[in-house]
């Protein structure tokens, strides 16, 4: 099979029709970036939890005037708890310590705070920390307890928000793409009619149905693989902009999703592109191109 | 010239074959073709008459599986088109030269290239087509003119492009429908030299025509359809045959 006029009738195809080859190559790319960030606040939302939930444990916030008794008592009874795997003392020292690497970015907050403003607690692991409610009911109100915390309640707002973020993209996203499959069908609706005289005599002739419908699908893959290399480049932006020049910067109580990721999404987003397009093209032709 | 078969079934190998074939297109509703057998020979040449809507071009839609038929056989160059399976359509059809009323050529391309376009997208190599066109194009008479496009050409060479195309990759069947329907008499003599010239040279032809003086002249094998049935079929026939057509009109009432 000679290539050569599969490729004159790509070029044809795509020079008859750029103002619908442009909106098809947009739709494409919004709709595959916003699929791709959505899968990357995905990833970050797992990074952080990994983060988190390791670090993050049950708070025992002592009361201001709190006896070294009482606290003895606690830290007996603490350790006791079969549910309990790890019991750590924290000063008010050890917690201004920690509040200043929290907020070394901020360092007009740093200094507002006094070690003494800050409550002593124990930091406690547990075997199984969804057992939270247990271990709140039984150290809640001793004397010398001013309020025990599970840290990760603290974090479920925030990972909400993410994940409401998460789940627009991606809803935009297949909207998106729904939209594009719309678009590139009449494209090549159009385009197979702007050509029914070439294709009506390939058929005529005896060129094989794949003859035929080749510079279609390749228009189709074509503009998956420009569209998918915009929302490449649309992600890698976000990413060196906005994550590493600025979140990244202020941000230091977290890690953000590294370039492996990014790379990785951009592939499966890449190839996700190229077949949406071409089988697009593909059901497109069946329907239009028949015999 | 001549010395190929030329007479009808002279060398009685059926290259087209039409076995109790109806073709209904939508039910309940009168078949396109009732009932028809036809079977033509390697190397002769057909008219097909009768009048508009009386099946012509439904038997020859048949003939390049553009229709199934409804019932019955249709065999073409040894194929059986009610068992072929769609994928190996293309491969028929480059059996079966297709010309037309209004020649189909592609305005935006050169004598050349509208010749070549046939053989490139059947997938001829770029060697074979640079020797095949002008060879085909001397044949219909049009060497020299390679580069001129449909436009600035007579309806004639226009239709002598389309037989070029059609024939271009030599194939064994030539279908000719109506192709000097929009052509001058003098003009349409020169189609039918040229596919006389086609025929002799191995090729069955098989055309459908409303042109009683083409069919006068050349008195070859007629087959007259009259809605949907074959009412005539003979060996070196002419146009009309008052008596079948008042016959037929007979049967009608």
Redesign the interface.
């Known amino acids: 099979?000679?290539v050569?006029?599969v490729v004159s009738e790509v070029r044809t195809g795509l020079r008859q029709n750029v103002t619908m080859t442009i909106a098809v190559v947009v739709t494409v790319a919004v709709s595959l970036a916003l699929l791709g960030l959505g899968l990357l606040i995905g990833k970050q939302i797992n990074v952080m939890k990994g983060y988190w939930y390791d670090k993050v444990e049950v708070a025992v916030y002592l009361t201001p005037d709190v006896t070294p008794a009482e606290r003895d008592a606690l830290n007996a009874e603490l350790t006791a708890d079969p549910l309990v795997s790890q019991v750590t003392y924290e000063s008010q020292q050890d917690a201004y310590q920690r509040f200043k690497d929290q907020f070394k970015n901020s360092p007009g907050l740093v200094d507002e705070v006094n070690p003494d403003e800050l409550p002593e607690a124990f930091r406690v692991k547990m075997t199984d920390p969804r057992q939270f409610a247990q271990i709140s009911e039984r150290f809640s109100g001793q004397p010398g307890v001013a309020e025990v915390q599970d840290q990760r309640e603290l974090l479920k707002g925030f990972f909400k928000v993410l994940h409401g973020f998460q789940i627009t993209a991606l809803v935009i996203g297949i909207v998106q793409v729904l939209t594009a499959l719309v678009l590139i069908s009449n494209t090549i609706r159009v385009a197979a009619f702007s050509r029914r005289?070439?294709t009506?005599?390939?058929?005529?002739?005896?060129?094989?149905?794949l003859?035929?419908q080749l510079p279609f699908v390749i228009e189709g893959a074509l503009a998956g693989l420009v569209g998918g290399a915009l929302a490449i480049a649309a992600i890698v932006a976000v990413k060196i902009y906005v994550v590493d020049h600025r979140l990244a910067k202020s941000v230091v109580a977290f890690p953000f999703v590294g370039w492996g990721a990014i790379w990785g999404v951009g592939a499966l987003v890449l190839a996700f592109g190229i077949v949406l397009s071409s089988s697009a093209s593909f059901v497109t032709l069946r329907r239009h191109l028949r015999? | 010239m001549g010395q190929t078969a030329q007479s009808a079934g002279q060398l009685g190998v059926p290259v087209i074959v039409l076995e109790t074939v109806t073709k209904r297109f939508a039910a309940g509703t009168r078949p396109a073709l009732a009932d028809v057998s036809v079977s033509i020979d390697r190397g002769e040449f057909v008219f097909l008459v009768g009048a508009s809507g009386s099946g012509k071009s439904t038997l020859m839609r048949l003939v390049t599986r553009e229709e199934a038929a409804s019932r019955g056989e249709v065999t073409v160059a040894g194929r059986n088109l009610n068992r072929l399976p769609s994928w190996r359509v293309p491969a028929l059809r480059r059996e079966i030269g297709c010309v037309f009323q209004d020649f189909r050529l592609l305005p935006g391309k050169t004598v050349f290239a509208n010749v070549a376009f046939a053989l490139e997208v059947t997938g001829r190599s770029r060697g074979h087509v640079r020797t095949a066109v002008p060879e085909v194009l001397d044949l219909v008479g049009l060497g020299g003119k390679e580069q001129r496009l449909p436009h600035e050409l007579s309806g004639g060479e226009q239709q002598r492009v389309a037989i070029a195309r059609a024939f271009a990759a030599k194939p064994p069947i030539l279908l000719a429908d109506e192709p000097t329907g929009n052509l001058d008499p003098s003009t349409s003599v020169g189609i039918m030299r040229l596919l006389d010239r086609i025929n002799r040279i191995g090729t069955t032809v098989v055309m459908a025509t409303h042109d009683s003086d083409v069919v006068d002249a050349m008195r070859r094998r007629v087959i007259e359809l009259d809605d949907g049935r074959v009412v005539r079929d003979q060996r070196r026939g002419v146009y009309g045959s008052p008596y079948v057509r008042a016959a037929s009109r007979l049967d009608a009432r």
């Open positions: 099979m000679s050569s006029p005289r070439e009506s005599v390939m058929r005529l002739v005896g060129a094989s149905n003859y035929i015999a």
